[in-house]
């Protein structure tokens, strides 16, 4: 029996080192340990690192939205429609023309000092004649023509603005139409002649109709913005010889 287990004790220690050298292979067992295992953190260290990386790409290409792709929507384009705005004459006629359907644009030439002149079209493009404003310096007070007498001054009419004014049509001729206004501010003296012009030429009263009646350029007129509309040095007064020729002129009193 005692032999069997020195035979076993024997096998068993074939593989182990002389009793001598034992320290020293516990000692180089335990350093091959620790390099095993400083390689192994710092191989899942490096995995940690790789893994947020491609975590935090994963995320932001789903959660955050991607460069827009360039956009087919129309761009506006400005329109040849001149700015009310911009224009404060136009932004008193533009109303009364919109509402008849037609169209107000800078006539040619298109304006000057102390006065403006549009040209209107109809819903197709058809020109319906012009419009013309101008200003005067009256302090003194205003001769309002009358019509079967040249030389006399008419009555004007009163508005509670602080206006007087007349108001005028001739339509006899079928190539020259208008409707006119002469309104006069009292408190100034400044005066605001408005001249709708039917189409020349057409050689019909209806083709040929001024674009306002007598009674809308008689509103333009008597506007409270038409006179502060233009500059303060603005004026028409003579001499001016630039200035629109009006089917009644507008003469200051004497």
Known sequence: MSALLTEVLQRACESEPPPGDAADDIAVRAERLR?????????????????????????TTVLLPGPKPPSTAAVAVPQPRPSNVLDPVLAVLAPLIDAKGYRIVPGQPPSGDGWRRYAVQ??????????????????????????????????PDQTTAGFEYARYSATDDVDWQVNQAIARRVVDGRTVAVMATGE??????????????????????????MPDAFGVGERCNRPAPACPILRFPVRPSD
């Open 35 to 59: 390099h095993r295992r400083a390689r192994g953190v710092i191989l899942a260290g490096v995995a940690a690192v790789i893994i947020i990386i491609l975590l935090g790409y994963a995320l």
């Open 200 to 225: 020349r030429g057409t050689g019909s009263a209806e083709a040929g109709e001024p674009p306002l009646t007598a009674a809308e350029v008689a509103q333009a007129a008597t506007d409270p913005r």
């Open 122 to 155: 109809d819903a197709a493009g058809a020109p319906r004649g012009m419009v013309e404003v101008a200003i005067f310096d009256a302090e003194a007070g205003l001769c309002l023509p009358v019509l079967a007498d040249p030389d006399a001054c008419a009555l």
